[in-house]
């Protein structure tokens, strides 16, 4: 259960927190985003606080714009009618259409899409481009269904969703379970029901029709971007050391990927039932394989690379933080990294943190690395370059263009190392000193109530 132990000295932001909690109580990982954001703003919010309270922004923050539900029938592949959730936050759209990726889990619920979109609006900001703050996706499990069956139910789930969407309006991508052939199938029935071909609708479509080069990419190197100028500015380089990723998908392949090609070590990776080690370094050809090609197991690595060794999850930790490193990156899902895992981190000497996830260390954990001078890249800001890119991929449908990989791939470094001069920046400003998690809440928090005061109380 969430508890709010936050003590403010703004009677305000004290008050927000109190009726936040008081009309959220179930929906925990809402709660627990808002109050990471909120404990870190107080002096911002300390410099105007009556013009905050009277224009009751904080509250118009915290409270989406709009929450669509709705019903997603399909037929499996034994002929048997099968029903899901559907969902879509729009957070806030006070910098642009509303932006954020679709997930196709068993564990979403109103409280996880809440999270997302909420901690959307600030990533979004930290880009510099212009694009609002907003989440969706679905209780369905893509695992083990036919692609016939991810077809049905992908076309069922859009003819509700596209009422609700549009390039100028609301633009959805991919996450957890939302991937290529989805986003394709997702577009396919956007186009037939609306008879236009609207390319910015959707983003982390395929090549072939107005997709993005570096996409795929583009979370994985984004972080490692970020991580290099974080270490840099505290005279460390990412050469040599020795990395663990938890998770094996899109974000951890590719932040796997670029971390080789900076000359660190990733020594282990996992998925949600265990972990491999390779005190070589990991082969990534084979986990692609694995993963990309075949969609098989992180315990298949050992029919490629027999020296390795595999560790099942049989306790509160996941194996993959047993493993000594110095760059520990959490690619994986939201609050995988507890108290206890953290202590044990820095017990094994680990000296950064960066969150390839969405909130995949919990507030307990983060306060604690912040303690113990782990530097901490918070996945507002480290994992932004997955939605940078997809706001790359709409100014390339908007003008008709297709830009080269090198192009967008030096377009997302300078977003990145942008995104962490502003977390810098505003860390210094209010005194935070190495705690990028309050300097990327600040920076972000800033634009969006700047644009929101602009609007008026809408």
Sequence with gaps: MFTCQTETKSSYLSGVLANLKAKNSFEPEFLQAAEEVLSTIEPVILKNEQEYKDSALLERLL??????????????????????????????????????GLRFHPTVNQSIMKFLGFEQIFKNALTGLPIGGGKGGSDFDPKGKSDLEIMKFCQSFMTELQKHIGQDTDVPAGDI???????????????KIRNVYEAGVLTGKGLEYGGSLTRKEATGYGLMYFMREMLKANNIEIANKTVIISGSGNVAIYACEKAQQMGAKVVAMSDSSGCIYDKDGIKLDYIKEIKEVIRGRIKEYLNYVPSSLYSENNSSIPAVYNIVADIILPCATQNDINLETAKLLVNNGAIA????????????????????????????????????????????????????????DNKLENIMVNIFNQCQNASNEYGYKNNYVAGANIAAFTKVSNAMKAQGII
């Design 63 to 100: 409270e989406p714009e709009r929450i669509i539900s709705f019903r997603v029938p399909w037929v499996d592949d034994n002929g048997k009618v099968q029903v899901n959730r559907g969902y879509r936050v729009q957070f806030n759209g006070a910098i642009g259409p509303y932006k954020g």
């Design 177 to 191: 379970g939302v991937g290529g052939r989805e986003i394709g199938y997702l577009f396919g029935q956007y186009r």
């Design 353 to 408: 943190v960066g969150e390839g996830a969405n909130m995949p260390c919990d507030n307990d954990a983060v306060k604690y690395f912040l303690e113990n001078n782990v530097l901490l890249a918070p996945g507002k800001a480290a994992n932004a370059g997955g939605v940078a890119t997809s706001a790359l991929e709409m100014s390339q449908n908007s003008m008709r263009q297709f830009w080269s990989f090198e192009e967008v």
